[in-house]
């Protein structure tokens, strides 16, 4: 019997390059990101904040008994690891680190939810405008355009003095106002990938329009989706903090990291801590998102694996 080191041997070359070719794009990503220490280190620390999103705040409302919202006179600027508060009390003399936790699980609830929302619009309407053209693809660009014409902080405070600026309302705003690049980006993809040989081929075998989105044009423009998601959640934490600071974003006692840093500009002489903190891991966040998409850019990018 011949052993594999004598089959592999009698491999030449055009084998060889052809079995390396073989080797899938998300097989090289996944290989690529393992190597990344930068980028798993950013996904680390992201996971991390999620899970004691999720996780804490039962375990503090339950065992530990601490209401986020219940005031304290008494402990008003309490400095850190002083009368149990961890990282301090705020100014009314709330626990900063629960409703640090607390804020972190609705920013980043935001943030998530509305950059899912964007993806899903965006990379719809894009794959639908690419695909068809026509007055399908003017239809979609003239509603892009327009929509773009109005300044999106116009349309927050009209809908913070129609709607109370929850959580929810403002996912379903943010959603609703930040799929047009998206839907841009897609759009000119799918409009590159409908004229490529394979898709020709199979249209000319008979492939329906749905199979031609479904199975060959959006698995290509997947890699780009990813990525753009990522830099769209950091930028969604940004611009929640920008809204709270403009008094449009999610409205006090509920917490996020945006209005504790808000609520705390008007206190940084008497409590130094109140702003360090929401500043911090707003900071944090954002450059995790920003690493991350910048590790998966490097990662789906065939020509940068072709080279290495």
């Not at 073989?22 to 990101?33: E, G, P």
Request: proline share 5%; with cysteine; glycine share 10%.
């Amino acid at each position: 019997m011949r052993s594999a080191d004598a089959e592999i041997a009698k491999l030449d070359h055009s084998d060889v390059e052809t079995v390396l070719r073989s080797r899938s794009l998300w097989s090289d990503a996944l290989a690529h990101i393992r190597r990344d220490k930068l980028t798993l280190f950013a996904l680390a620390i992201l996971i991390v904040f999620t899970l004691i999103g999720i996780i804490a705040p039962p375990i503090i409302e339950g065992p530990l008994g601490i209401d986020v919202n219940r005031t304290n006179v008494v402990a008003r600027f309490k400095p850190p690891g002083v009368d149990g508060f961890v990282l301090g009390a705020d100014h009314l003399g709330r626990d900063q680190l629960a409703r640090l936790i607390y804020g972190g699980r609705i920013s980043l609830a935001i943030a998530y939810a509305s950059s899912f929302g964007i993806i899903m619009i965006g990379v719809t309407l894009g794959l639908i405008a690419g695909f068809y053209g026509g007055l399908i693809d003017d239809g979609i660009m003239w509603i892009i355009n327009t929509l773009s014409a109005i300044p999106p902080l116009f349309i927050l405070l009209v809908a913070s003095a129609i709607w109370e600026p929850s959580p929810e309302v403002l996912v379903f705003i943010l959603a609703l106002l930040g799929w047009f690049g998206t839907c841009r980006l897609v759009r000119g993809e799918v409009l590159s990938i409908r004229e490529r040989d394979f898709v020709l081929a199979a249209r000319a075998l008979g492939a329906t329009n749905r199979r031609l989105l479904l199975a060959h044009i959006a698995p290509n423009v997947f890699s780009i989706v990813i990525v753009t998601g990522s830099i769209i959640a950091g930028n969604l934490i940004l611009l929640e903090s920008g809204l709270s600071y403009l008094g449009v974003g999610v409205q006090p006692p509920t917490p996020t990291w945006g209005n504790m840093l808000t609520d705390s500009r008007n206190y940084f002489a008497t409590g130094v801590h109140l702003v360090l903190w929401p500043g911090v891991l707003i900071v944090i966040t954002v450059l995790c998102f920003y690493l991350i998409g910048d590790g998966l850019r490097d990662a789906l990018d065939p020509h940068r694996q072709h080279k290495g």
